[in-house]
Structure formats: structure tokens, C-alpha cells
């Protein structure tokens, strides 16, 4: 067996070198970096109480960055819906609501896509494909995701 | 920060060794702190110890912390540097990252809860040795370019009207985004595949949507993470590239080599109220 250190060390900078830290350490989307470094290794209880529920209460916000609401609830990731202070059935704030909805609407085209190519494909896709105003949804998909994330834009119309 | 108050700030767990005492005399942690292992003195060889650093109490506070939370420059600044010592250490050795902020009020405090962890993570480091997380992402890619309406798509043939021509190019577009969608599909199929033949463990995250995931990329349709064993690194990389060689509409993208982050669990302690369960339980 060849020595498995020597070959992950093989396409690394030499070590010791001041800014010599591996390449993926810079290349490395800081997505990747604060889903790892956030949500995963161990947890120990440590004396300063920014535990795991602390972080998560805190970075609601910066985790919208990385993964929607939606893909985090699918996760189980959701206590802010029990939480008074956050859940939109105690502040009515308009963003939950409309939270609330694309998570529903989400769970929908989900089950429509990983139906992986539904036996009907066209007509459950056919309602919505017909509104005119889907149209710049449709082609602006991916290209701009970055803001349309960000806004939490409705991929497309709800189908009524 | 000599006589400043500090706190013991945690990394990792590894097992020291001599040849990581250069590694970490180069490296800089969170608050550009140096950086070193901790373990109590009658360590037997071969026990893991705390990668720490020190740091400034007034900064690192229950207080400061909440507030520092939602600084992203801050948050950013700080998970790089946790990061990049776990990494540094992980090119060299089996490397058990903590989670991010476990800070203690000194050594002493640090050393106990090691003490008390020292098995367990003992376990899990042996577990995980030889071994490396990757990651593997698929995108579906941007529509590459099927006309949309108003392209004029018809040249060469017959006039149509513009309603009509709307419509067929709708439906164009429709059938190619269908189909990017399928070849996703299969992608994520070859990738559960390749990941059962060469990996020991694989998890699932959640995909990235938000505005920090690379949206020029396209829509990220998949996102686990393997733990694979050194001696399978080159063939798994190898096999998880030509998953989407024939699949224009599928971007497959392997990161890493990680520190194991997401095979970095503890088994559930016996107290009752324990799970093993990453996300844990909610109120």
C-alpha cells in the first residue's frame, strides 16, 4: 500500500511556508467553509454558551445565505417556527409569511421535479408554463441566481 | 495579551506528534493567535489533546459573541481562520474539527472537558484515520442558450405566426430545462454509486440556494460529502469526474480534500437526553 499521507500531501504547497496553507483553503467557497465550520464537528459544551442552538438562533440570517429556508427546514432545521419571536404566526411580519408560502410552494416543484420525469410531465408543468409572466423567471434561471436568491423570488408563479 | 484576561479557544482534536510542532509554529489562528496543542501532562502517547489558541475575554464574551454572529465579515474572517488551522493539521494528520466558537474561561477548563471527552474522540480520530472528506456538488447548468421567445428560431422555414412561434419556442425551452433536470438525475444516481463503491460514509446537506453559493454556476441539485478512504482518493475523484462527461446540462464538482466536518459526530453520550443525531433536538 503506498503511503496515503505522501499522496494527499502530493498537490499541496510545500508546508511551513508563511501563506503556504492548501490551495482549497482559498479556493474553497466560504458556502462550503461556513456550512462545514457552523453546522458540523463535534460539539462539545464549552464554558462560553455560543452552543449549537445559540449559533443557530444567531446566524438565521447569515444560514438564508447559504441554504433558503426551505432547503433548511427540509433539513429539519426548523425551530424558528416555534420560536415566538421569529414565527410569523406571532409577528405577522410579511417576509415569514411569504416564507412560509415559497416553502410550500418549493415543497411542491420538488415533488414535481424529483418525481423524476413524472408520467405526466407536461401536464402537471402546464399550467404554469402557459403564464405569460413566468417567462422571465424561466430564462433567468441560474443566470442571476445570486440576487434572485437573495430576494427570495418565486421561481415561478404558484400554480393556484 | 499578556495580562489581559483570555479564553481557551478549541479547534480540533488530533494526537500530537513532533512533526506537527513546525506546522503549527507558522500558523495563525482566529485573532491571529498562535496556535497549540493542549493536553494534560500525563497524556499517554498517542491520546488526543485540544488544538487551541488564547484569546481576548472582551471579544469572545457570551455578549460580544452574539453580537459578533451577525457580523459576516467578522464571521467570515473567523471561519477562515478556524478553518485553515484545521486544515493545515489535516494534511498531516487525523484531525477531529469542533465546531465553530468552543471557547473555554482557561487551560483548565479546556483540559476537563477533554478529560471527559478522551475516549470518545480517541474513538472517532481512529475511526477516521486514512481517511478524507470530499465533497460533491452537481449543478444544473444555466440554460446554455435554447432560444427563448422572441429568438428568431424560424429562419429557413415557413413564417409563422408570433403566437405560435412564442409558444414553440416556450415549449423549447421548456423540453431543454427538462431535460437538464433529467440528466441531473441520472448524474445524482452515477454519484450514489460511485460514492457506494469508494466511500466509507456519505452525507447529505442541504443544497446551497442562498446568495453565497456561486449562482454563475448554476442551480446546485445535489451536495453530500464523502469520507473516503486515502488509498481510494485518486479513483473516486477519478470516477466522480466522468460522472458528468456526457451530461451537458449537469455540472459535477468535487471539493476538498476536508477534515472530516460532517463525519465529525460523538457517539450519543448515555444520559438519557442524548441523540446521535447531528441537528439534534428542537424545542
Same mark, same amino acid.
Given at each position: ?160 | ?102 471557547? #473555554?474561561?482557561?487551560?483548565? @477548563? /479546556?483540559?476537563?472537558?477533554? *478529560? &471527559?471527552? $478522551?475516549?470518545?474522540? +480517541?474513538?472517532?480520530? =481512529? ?38 412561434? #412564442?409558444?414553440?419556442?416556450? @415549449? /423549447?425551452?421548456?423540453?431543454? *430545462? &427538462?431535460? $437538464?433536470?433529467?440528466q +441531473?438525475?441520472v448524474a =445524482?444516481?452515477r454519484?450514489?454509486?460511485v ?43 477519478v470516477a466522480v469526474r466522468e460522472v458528468g462527461r456526457d451530461l451537458p446540462g449537469v455540472r459535477v ?31
Amino acid at each position: 500500500m503506498t503511503d496515503p499521507l505522501a499522496e494527499r500531501l502530493g498537490p499541496l504547497p510545500s508546508r511551513g511556508t508563511p501563506m503556504g496553507y492548501p490551495p482549497s483553503s482559498s479556493s474553497a467557497s466560504l458556502a462550503d467553509i461556513l456550512e462545514r465550520v457552523l453546522d458540523k464537528g463535534i460539539v462539545i459544551a464549552g464554558d462560553i454558551r455560543i452552543n449549537l442552538l445559540d449559533i443557530e438562533l444567531l446566524t438565521i440570517k447569515l444560514r438564508i445565505l447559504i441554504a433558503s429556508v426551505d432547503k433548511a427546514k427540509e433539513m429539519g432545521i426548523d425551530w424558528w417556527e416555534h420560536d415566538p419571536s421569529l414565527s410569523s404566526r406571532h409577528s405577522g411580519d410579511p417576509l415569514q409569511e411569504e416564507n412560509r408560502r415559497l416553502r410550500a410552494e418549493v415543497e411542491a416543484l420538488r415533488r414535481e421535479r424529483l418525481g423524476a420525469a413524472p408520467p405526466e410531465g407536461d401536464e402537471s408543468a402546464g399550467d404554469d408554463e402557459s403564464a405569460g409572466d413566468d417567462e422571465s423567471a424561466g430564462s433567468a434561471r441560474g443566470g442571476d441566481g445570486r440576487e434572485r436568491a437573495a430576494e427570495r423570488t418565486p421561481r415561478r408563479r404558484p400554480a393556484p | 495579551m499578556n495580562d489581559e484576561p483570555a479564553l481557551t479557544y478549541v479547534y480540533a482534536a488530533a494526537v500530537p506528534a513532533p512533526r506537527l510542532d513546525a506546522v503549527l509554529r507558522g500558523l495563525h489562528g482566529v485573532e491571529d493567535a498562535p496556535v497549540a496543542f493542549l493536553a494534560p501532562h500525563d497524556a499517554a502517547p498517542g491520546a488526543p489533546a485540544f488544538l487551541t489558541s488564547r484569546v481576548p475575554a472582551d471579544r469572545w464574551s457570551e455578549e460580544a459573541l452574539r453580537a459578533r454572529f451577525e457580523d459576516l465579515d467578522w464571521l467570515e474572517g473567523t471561519a477562515r481562520a478556524h478553518h485553515r488551522v484545521i486544515e493545515a493539521l489535516t494534511a498531516h494528520t487525523t484531525v477531529l474539527p469542533l465546531r465553530m466558537a468552543t471557547l #473555554y474561561r482557561d487551560d483548565d @477548563r /479546556a483540559l476537563a472537558a477533554l *478529560r &471527559e471527552q $478522551r475516549p470518545a474522540l +480517541a474513538e472517532r480520530l =481512529a475511526l477516521l484515520a486514512h481517511h478524507t472528506e470530499y465533497g460533491v456538488k452537481a449543478y444544473v447548468t444555466p440554460d446554455p442558450g435554447t432560444p427563448g421567445p422572441g429568438a428568431d428560431d424560424a429562419a429557413g422555414t415557413a413564417p409563422r405566426s408570433p403566437g405560435k412561434a #412564442y409558444l414553440q419556442a416556450r @415549449r /423549447a425551452q421548456h423540453h431543454a *430545462r &427538462e431535460d $437538464r433536470y433529467r440528466q +441531473a438525475g441520472v448524474a =445524482a444516481e452515477r454519484i450514489a454509486a460511485v460514492a457506494a463503491r469508494y466511500a466509507a460514509h456519505v452525507v447529505r446537506h442541504p443544497v446551497q440556494t442562498g446568495p453565497l453559493s456561486d449562482g454563475g454556476a448554476g442551480e446546485n441539485v445535489l451536495n453530500d460529502a464523502c469520507l473516503v478512504a486515502d488509498d481510494q482518493a485518486d479513483a473516486f475523484r477519478v470516477a466522480v469526474r466522468e460522472v458528468g462527461r456526457d451530461l451537458p446540462g449537469v455540472r459535477v464538482e468535487v471539493t476538498g480534500p476536508w477534515a472530516p466536518y460532517s463525519f465529525a459526530t460523538l457517539p450519543a453520550p448515555p444520559a438519557p437526553t442524548g441523540t446521535a443525531d447531528p441537528p439534534g433536538p428542537r424545542p
